[in-house]
Nanobody
Framework: QVQLVESGGGLVQAGGSLRLSCAASGRTFVNYDMGWFRQAPGKEREFVAGIRLSVGNTYYADSVKGRFTISEDNAENTVYLQMNSLKPEDTAVYYC????????????????WGQGTQVTVSS
């Protein structure tokens, strides 16, 4: 069973940066995509960024393009989300997602999920 553990959330001022980490275990992560979603209070969970492991293809939501960067460490089965130029509207719980054979953006209900990490951006 896939296990995903996020870390790196916290409180930051607008314009600042944070890096989230997601450590994956429980499988051999071949032909997997991993990525990040977020959910703000009163809103639906939304896609943020994804990456095809070992290939490196990345994809992003328009709202974070140019500010956020997703990357991977194959040896550690870890995916990172570097978040720069943070805005108050980026405040949310950020969830790590994993999916075999498909991108994490398609039919997200089929993803495996981490427990989430809170990111709060103050104005």
């Amino acid at each position: 069973q896939v296990q995903l553990v996020e870390s790196g959330g916290g409180l930051v001022q607008a314009g600042g940066s944070l890096r989230l980490s997601c450590a994956a275990s429980g499988r051999t992560f071949v032909n997997y995509d991993m990525g990040w979603f977020r959910q703000a209070p009163g809103k639906e969970r939304e896609f943020v960024a994804g990456i095809r492991l070992s290939v490196g293809n990345t994809y992003y939501a328009d709202s974070v393009k140019g500010r956020f960067t997703i990357s991977e460490d194959n040896a550690e089965n870890t995916v990172y989300l570097q978040m720069n130029s943070l805005k108050p509207e980026d405040t949310a719980v950020y969830y790590c997602a994993a999916r075999w054979g498909y991108d994490v953006k398609t039919l997200p209900s089929l993803n495996d999920w981490g427990q989430g990490t809170q990111v709060t951006v103050s104005s």
